[in-house]
């Protein structure tokens, strides 16, 4: 992992969680980014951790507790063009996913998250990457318009990571010659 935080403190923890069917055609969209991210150059690089969450509802919860970041991604109506990406952070996430309709899952992603508020672990920094799905039937592959859109996703995933990583690093080295400053003799 990424270690921007000094050798003897632990890494911070960004979790990449695609969900969705593949069986499901479009709706497999976030499992395929997050199969995309897995040969992605960057992705050990920022230390990134890649998880599979397929449609496993609750049992997620653990995962997702355990991380410093959140970044889900999935299939979402977004009312757009089938392909549109579009990036839900912080309180726009959590308002989308309350005003969306459910879908195939056994488990909304609103009670997914409210499950976290719940358990006081509610990462400060999550964000959710839709996707608009072309088709919803059975069928194990994406459509053209989808895939084409993964590698797109992938980077949006990517980019939000290092955006982050580098709010904190920022955050830390404040606090740092912060601290430095008033460890000096006056």
């Known amino acids: ?14 979790l990449a969680l695609g969900v969705g069917n593949t069986l499901l055609s479009d709706e497999g969209a976030g499992i395929r980014v997050v199969e995309t991210l897995e040969t992605h150059p960057k992705t050990s690089k920022l230390g990134l951790r890649l998880m599979d969450g397929g449609t496993m509802g609750l049992s997620l919860l653990v995962d997702m507790e355990d991380a410093d970041a959140l970044i889900i ?42 499950g976290l508020r719940l358990r006081e672990a509610l990462p400060e920094r999550r964000a959710l990457v839709g996707i608009e799905p072309a088709r919803l039937t059975v069928g194990e592959t994406l459509t053209e318009t989808v895939a084409a859109a993964v590698p797109k996703a992938a980077d949006a995933v990517i980019d939000l990571a290092q955006g982050w990583l580098n709010e904190i690093a920022v955050t830390l080295s404040s606090a740092e010659d912060r601290s430095r400053d008033t460890a000096k003799p006056q």
């Open 1 to 14: 992992m990424y270690n921007i935080i000094t050798m003897n403190k632990r890494k911070y923890d960004i």
């Open 73 to 114: 991604i999935d299939a979402a109506n977004l009312g757009a063009a089938p392909g549109t990406i579009e990036i839900f952070a912080s309180e726009n996430m959590d308002k989308f996913l309350r005003h969306r309709g459910r879908s195939p899952h056994d488990i909304g992603l609103d009670d997914l998250m409210d």
